[in-house]
Every structure is written in structure tokens, then in C-alpha cells.
């Protein structure tokens, strides 16, 4: 990064409220905001955490923003119908429904995958009724979820930590936005979806505390730069046209916007 200008980057996808994080929150977003970050959403994988989650948006206004969803592995009747409850519930605090979707790479048996996807479908057609953006999780599910996404018309939502460099010319036709992890810094497979990805489509993500730029690290919003840095060298271009894109298009799937330097809503 070129010292005289702060890059405004927006983490669109964290996990400040799990336990490995949350004790030092204050810390963390201070280091992030040195570092450029101007807004992280926290995307908390279960019912436990949500009032974690809401507890670090009041604690930090206009810099830490949540969704609500269900980390596949977790799906079963009950939890979606406790999660459903609660998001209407906090549907006006709340800037979109997820992770959810389908995970095939902890999930073997055929019964639990198709359990998976017929919540999927419920929490997609929540979203369009609520009117709020979705955060997929397509953890080896990739095609599966595409075809689901496409069957329901979704349009406005995010494929987090998409891992399927087949897919993503097909994903980003429908115009719907897909993050790079910051494991992008070291890890090949990413380095080849963010090669191919149009920054149209591209946001910035941590998934922190997973997905470090080295491995077994943990990770921290504060890490954006690093793989801002790798993305621009892979796309051949500049820091700062990396930056301004994926922090506008964050802003615009989430329905925020900048105001005097501050992210707000819309
Ligand atoms: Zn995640």
C-alpha cells in the first residue's frame, strides 16, 4: 500500500461474535479500522450467537453490521425454525439473511443433503419476502446451489468464499456478487477464482477467524490489505481500483451507503 492514501475497505463476511474473537472485539476493530476497513459484517452461524452478533452492532454503530443465518452442517427442523423466528423477528436490525445454504463437504448422507436443500429454498424465498439480501454458503455444493438460486429467481445475494472456478463466469451472468477470502493471499485455487472473477461481481471477505492469509493464522478483518494487495497483482491492476470497487459493491448489496466518511443506511 502507498503510504499517503487509505485504502476504504469493507469486510463482508466475519466472525467476530464466535468465541475466538469476540473477548477481544474492541481490539479488532481497532487494528481494522487503522488498516483501512471501514465496515464488517458479522454472520453469525447460529441461533447461540445472534444476540452476540447484535451486541458488538450496538457496541460499534455504522462499523459492525449483521445478517442471521444457519451454517448448513447445523440445519436441522428445529434450528431453522427457531432461526426463521428470529429474523423476522430482527428483521429491521439485520442486513440480510445468511450464511445459509448447503454444504456437501460435512454433509455425506443424501437424506441430510436433500434436508439441506429444502431449507435452503425456505430461507431464499424468507429473503424475498422480506426483502433482504442472502449469504450463501456453498461449501462443495457449489452447482446444487446455483441451480437452486436460478429455480428461485434470487437475485440480489452473496456467494461467500465461492470455490468453484467453473462456476463463477455462470454466477457472475446473473450478476450476483461472490467473495474473496483473504486465504487468497496463499492459497492457489483462490488465486484462480480471483484471476477470472470481473470486480464487478468481486467483494472482500475474512471469514475470520478462518481463512488467514497463511495458513493455520488466525484471521482478523485487519488482513484485508493483504489480500487486496494479491488481488490487484492478479488482476493486473491497482490497490486502489480493488478497493473501490468490492467497498461499492458491499455498500450496494447491503443497502448501506458512505456518508461523510461513515457507512449508514441506505
Ligand atoms: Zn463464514
Redesign the pocket.
Known sequence: MKGVFILELFDS?S?IEMPRLYPSAAAVVKRAKAAGVIGVVV?P?EPKFYTKALDLVERFPGYIWATFGLHPPRTTPRTVKQCIRLIREHSERILAIG?VGLDYYWEKSEQKRELQRHHFIEFIRLADELELPLVV?SREAEADAIRILKEEQATRLQL??FNDSSLVAEAASENWFMSVPTSVVSRRRMQRIAQMMPLANMLLET?APWLAPQPRQQNEPANLPLAVAKIAELQETTEEVVAESTTKNALELFNLELYKGKVQRR
Do not use: L, N
Open positions: 463476511h466472525h454472520s452461524i450464511e454458503h461467500h468464499c471469514d
